[in-house]
């Protein structure tokens, strides 16, 4: 406590700053330490540049090739001056590089965004969490939580409304659920695996990945009734010679079903408060025999080299909601130690921001 007394004291006093700034061994610490408290205080225009980038066109627009102004603007339909000042900000931002001063091009961001459905779903998204974080400190003291745009989203999307919410609620799941299937696939050995049961399982896009990297599993879905519905059109839909077992039920309530060495649990736990995620793992672990895994697949809040993502992306999001929080994997193993599991181990992702996991065994 000392010690940070006196540091904080050190970086807040304006002396230190200016010092810092012309000493030519702490200049360039300053520096950047001065930027990133810039991106803090100026995130939100990033964000909302970034939005338009994508919303307007114009990233799509890029990737098929470099465009004159003209062209941006008929696609973005901004006029010239518009078309001008988003290219400038994104500039600065590299999603976008100008080249001999009237060619556009897409710059580094832009180019590692492209491709990344998962990513563009999310920043479309975005912005209803963006309209929710309007006023932050009332979001925080619960004043307005029930009504959220997102808590209407997933209240929606989870199968309770309109069709096209419910769209773009799967295709959100299931676009950025293909990121999260291949860390699984890197780190865990599913060949060692007779079984995989996937509880909470969506429309499947977790099973189906795993089964065709795996053909030698007996895969199978637990969801709500309407839910796993879905799947099994979209299953049928494709021409696919092994269909996956399907268990239509409430996994809080009903009796998860017998049978598999290994349960998945992908993006569940997260969504859910600690009294009914304890209650959760504990009717998952009554229906596992000893020696059975548990696989629980998420965003953990404290991940190495991914702290921002977890208590501040996270924290927020859920908070917004209305359900859930994100843990750490610590909190997460001390539950798993409280519904009855023997031993768990965290296990190192290549993308923590993607996902991190967890094994667990009855
Ligand atoms: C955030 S989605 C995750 C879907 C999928 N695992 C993925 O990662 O894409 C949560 C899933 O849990 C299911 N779910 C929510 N509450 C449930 C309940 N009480 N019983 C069974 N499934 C439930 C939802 O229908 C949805 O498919």
Redesign the pocket.
Known sequence: MRFLGWRNCVLASRGFQRFAARNPVLRPIARRRAAALFDLVAGFTYSQTLFAVVESGLLERLEAGPALLGQIETVTKLDAAAAQRLLRAAAALDLVEEVEGRWWVLGRHGAALCGNDGAIAMIRHHRLLYADLVDPLALLADECRDSTRLARFWKYG??EGADEVAAEYSQL??I??QA?ADEALAVFPFSDCGSLL??????G??LRRIGKAHPQLRVAL???PD?VALAQTAFAREDTSKLPTFHA??????SIPRGYDLIS????LH?HDDVPALRLLENIHRSMTSGARLMI?EPMAKARGAEAMGDAYFGLYLWAMGSGRPRSASEIQAMLGAAGFRSSQAVQTHQPIVTSIIIATA
Do not use: E, H, P, Y
């Open positions: 989870a199968g799941m299931a950025s659920q999260v996937d509880v909470g399982g969506g429309n896009t977790f637990f969801d709500l839910v039920g409430n996994f809080f309530d009903d649990l992908v993006r569940i969504d697949v």
